[in-house]
């Protein structure tokens, strides 16, 4: 049985590409198995596409195959990426979407065009399906490109919020159906407080373990699923409420005693 070949794109639902992209797939790699895994990335947002990425990709099999395509600099003169951490495959035009792979046990090629002539406008179907076709099917990724360094692989804008004394400077980086909004902190480098946060326009959010231990109107701040820390709002919509929106920037300000 052929690997999971997993799609993660900014193209929404109400075009032809996603399907375009899954049978250019089926005709390299007949029976493939292939998972949708967001296709509702904000237009353009690699850096939204790169954490979501990096959360999923453990949940999927040793061998699975992600191809990314948030590509706002298509037609122009920037690589396709194909990588390989461990067992995993990753194809993904060079934007900053796998700088989360980092250097720990990751080869990596610049994919390069097959005969046909790909369309200027489509190289996620037109290159990066067939592929990852390719792929599943048992081709050597050296045959599908030329080896490349990891310095030569462009840098995301996302990093990870550090504290600055009792406040950490913090983004938005993905807002999910229900209006909760994951942030640059990872849950691992949080420790609870035991005392309330404050947003600069003076809003309380209370440190809490679930949504339910949060009262109707009341902000929280929690560990959530996607191991980063989430702003939340029982029953409704965090990031509608507050007017945030993924790359928004906001402070955590501290209210433990001594605090002006």
């Not at 493939?32 to 596409?49: F, K």
């Not at 920037?78 to 980092?102: H, K, M, T």
């Not at 046909?116 to 099917?137: Q, S």
Request: proline share 9%; aromatic share 8%; net charge negative.
């Amino acid at each position: 049985m052929p690997p999971v070949i997993a799609l993660l794109t900014d193209f929404g639902h109400v075009d032809p590409y996603v399907g375009q992209m899954k049978g250019t797939i089926l005709q390299h790699a007949p029976g493939a198995v292939i998972v949708d895994l967001c296709h509702e990335i904000l237009p353009h947002n690699a850096g939204q596409a790169g954490f979501l990425l990096q959360a999923s990709r453990h949940h999927f099999p040793r061998n699975a195959i992600f191809v990314c395509v948030v590509d706002p600099e298509v037609g122009f003169q920037r690589n396709l990426l194909l990588a390989r951490q461990v067992e995993q495959l990753f194809l993904a035009p060079d934007n900053g979407l796998l700088s989360f792979l980092g250097d720990l046990e990751t080869s990596w090629w610049t994919i390069e065009p097959g005969p046909a002539t790909p369309c200027h406008t489509f190289h996620g179907r037109d290159i990066l399906a067939p592929a990852a076709g390719n792929l599943a099917m048992g081709a050597d990724p050296a045959s599908l490109g030329r080896p490349m360094a990891r310095p030569g692989v462009r840098r995301s804008p996302i990093f990870w919020a550090i504290p600055e004394d009792d406040t950490f400077p913090c983004r938005v980086l993905h807002v999910d159906r229900f209006g909760n909004c994951l942030l640059n902190l990872r849950s691992a480098d949080f420790s609870m407080t035991g005392h309330p946060w404050r947003l600069e326009n003076g809003t309380l959010v209370k440190e809490a373990r679930t949504y339910a231990d949060l009262a109707p109107e009341e902000y929280g701040l929690l560990a959530g699923s996607q191991g980063v820390m989430e702003l939340a709002l029982n029953q409704d919509s965090c990031a509608r409420r507050l007017g945030l929106a993924p790359g928004d920037a906001l402070h955590l300000i501290s209210t433990r005693p001594g605090r002006p």
